[in-house]
């Protein structure tokens, strides 16, 4: 699949690799924009008060399916959007879904260590599964569905419980999500 990442921090860059490791063909763009007609996804990976822009410096978006792996941390989605999800769906008239945004980027390089396979939570539109449930697996993750994208300000908020766990002494961390029997 030929896919395209907006932003060249841990969470893109790192998504970047592990998607270019598993035969993705993977275009890198930072903050400054560019083309990404060419790609059959479009991965958003800015820091949350940054997407407005971002996208506004991306050219051939509309229509891909695109993946908003954003967060909120001091800054909160643009005005008149419950999340920076639903934004994004806004301005790319396209399948959209929130994913990647409530995983530790310090520990993808330890996805293969796990002793079970961690999970992802996702939420988006159903015409964006496929793509997403198969970037998931690529980086080694198994996708857990979480509603439609009207869940994804819930999903962004998620990362406040997540964060609360690391500092109050687990540090980074994978989770699991399954059925009895997949534990």
């Known amino acids: 699949m030929k896919v395209a990442v907006v932003g060249r921090g841990n969470v893109g860059g790192g998504l970047a690799n592990l998607?270019?490791?598993?035969g993705h063909e993977v275009t890198r763009i930072g903050r400054e924009g560019g083309d990404v007609s060419d790609a059959e996804a479009v991965v958003v990976a800015v820091p949350g008060g940054a997407i407005a822009e971002a996208l506004d410096n991306v050219q051939g978006i509309e229509g891909k399916t695109v993946i908003d792996a954003t967060n909120l941390i001091g800054a909160a989605p643009p005005s008149g959007y419950s999340s920076n999800a639903e934004f994004v769906k806004s301005k790319t008239n396209a399948p959209t879904a929130k994913s990647?945004?409530?995983?530790?980027?310090?520990l993808y390089d330890r996805i293969s260590e796990a002793g079970s396979t961690p999970s992802?939570?996702?939420?988006?539109?159903e015409e964006a599964r496929e793509v997403v449930e198969q970037l998931n697996r690529n980086a080694g993750y198994e996708p857990v569905y979480a509603g439609p994208l009207e869940n994804a300000a819930v999903q962004e908020n998620f990362l406040k419980l997540m964060f609360g766990i690391n500092q109050?002494?687990?540090?980074a961390f994978f989770y699991r999500i399954a059925p009895p029997d997949q534990l």
């Open 168 to 171: 109050g002494g687990m540090g």
């Open 120 to 125: 992802n939570l996702w939420c988006g539109d």
């Open 100 to 106: 990647f945004n409530i995983n530790f980027a310090a």
């Open 19 to 22: 998607w270019d490791n598993a």
